[in-house]
Nanobody, 117 residues
Framework: QVQLVESGGGLVQAGGSLRLSCATS????????MGWYRQAPGKQRELVAA???????IYADSVKGRFTISRDNAKSTVYLQMNSLKFEDTAVYYC???????????WGQGTQVTVSS
């Protein structure tokens, strides 16, 4: 059974930082590309950042230079370091494995990030 468990969200002031974690089980983590997504109220879920199994990364334009995605294959965990947070980063953040640009598994519960202006 695949499990994706996000954590690390919270309330932070604009300009602050948070580090999100996504612990996975039930997948062969090391061979999967992984992505962080977010969904703000009233908006569609969007890709924030992704990392391939060789460590190659891509970022949404809105977070380039502020967010960093990384992975620890030994812990089957993917991280998202978020710096210089802005009000518009407020959303529920989710992780998922990716294949050909699409999310592979059912979504977890996500972790809420709220940035106060």
């Amino acid at each position: 059974q695949v499990q994706l468990v996000e954590s690390g969200g919270g309330l932070v002031q604009a300009g602050g930082s948070l580090r999100l974690s996504c612990a996975t089980s039930g997948i062969i983590f090391s061979i999967n590309a992984m992505g962080w997504y977010r969904q703000a109220p009233g908006k569609q879920r969007e890709l924030v950042a992704a990392i391939g199994n060789y460590g190659d990364t891509i970022y949404a334009d809105s977070v380039k230079g502020r967010f960093t995605i990384s992975r620890d294959n030994a812990k089957s965990t993917v991280y998202l370091q978020m710096n210089s947070l802005k009000f518009e980063d407020t959303a529920v953040y989710y992780c998922n494995a990716r294949l050909r640009g699409s999310a592979l598994y059912n979504w977890g519960q996500g972790t809420q990030v709220t940035v106060s202006s």
